[in-house]
């Protein structure tokens, strides 16, 4: 069979066929005797071999071993080719994040483009006051892709970079919320942070209460945390019981009361929020340092109620709680009344 018709039948090129056989790849057994390369029925089946071979990413050197060498074994080379097919996959889906950020940031021109590319650069800087840089001296009016700045937002380990990133998105007028609420949604506790801490900024955007209210079952203490004292000073009441636990675990506990107090301005939530205050002063788990917490928080509750459980705690058996009770008490009946209009006679 000549060239062309080996072309024909296989679609490989005929400049390609001429280059396996300088490479010695597969060299036609014979020739006419105009001397035209002529191919056996063998040489095709080889062709064949090379053209399977190279659809699975292997050089025209590894097939040339892999078909002349009788003891070559293929599992070391495959499990290379599957390490580079991944590596390429990831740098393809990075081009195509970076398009897509791109071409949500809508440019008008190379200009634009430039500038997001140079950001995009930055962004990726070892350096952590480079980043940060690259976010604060943003040109006023300059295109970015809150998409960008979200993405970055969720990657970022360094506090300072991220909160210049988070103050960015806040400005972005919420258009990050997609890539947020993914990474809301992540399986690593750490990108989850991160996306809430920049919806706790935020917190106007279209969908941002839901999300928080969503990250009140987090199984992260710290997501739970951070959701709960946004909803708390917005009033949402689901943040409850995330608050009162962390008045008694001592995590952002003076935070969280002050949450509290301003949920306790809804006279039922009041109750609510006292009756669970009061069980966990009672909890035989409760020791002095948690009671003190506790008896704290109360003083930042409207209503007689907690009041009243302050006056109990005022001759507590346990004097550091009744000392601190006693002093709360006493900054009570020093404020204004209009400060202690939600207390009754």
Known sequence: MLIGDVARHSGVSTRMLRHYDALGLVRPTGRTAGGYREYSAEDVRRIFHVESLRSLGLSLKQIGRALEDPAFTPSALISDLIRWTRDRLVREQELLERLRAIDASEPTGWQD?????????????????????AVLTR??????SAELLAGAALAESDPHVAGALRWALARSDG????ALTAGAHAEDA?????????IAEMPEAPGAIAVLADALGDPDTVVRGHAALVLGRRGVPAAVP???GMVVEGANDVEAAEAL???????????RITAALAGELAAPTA????????????VELTGTTAREILRQLAHDGDRAVALIASALLRVLDERPSEDRSGEGP
């Open 113 to 133: 483009v430039l500038r997001i590319v140079e950001l995009m650069r930055e962004l990726d800087s070892p350096s952590a006051a480079r980043r940060q840089q």
């Open 287 to 298: 020791d002095s340092a948690t009671r003190i917490r506790i008896t704290q928080a109360l």
């Open 190 to 198: 750490d990108i989850r942070r991160r996306a809430v801490l920049a």
């Open 242 to 244: 995330v608050l009162v």
């Open 261 to 271: 107090g301003t949920l306790s301005q809804d006279p039922v939530c009041a109750d």
């Open 139 to 144: 040109p006023e009016g300059a295109s970015a």
């Open 175 to 178: 258009d990050g919320m997609a």
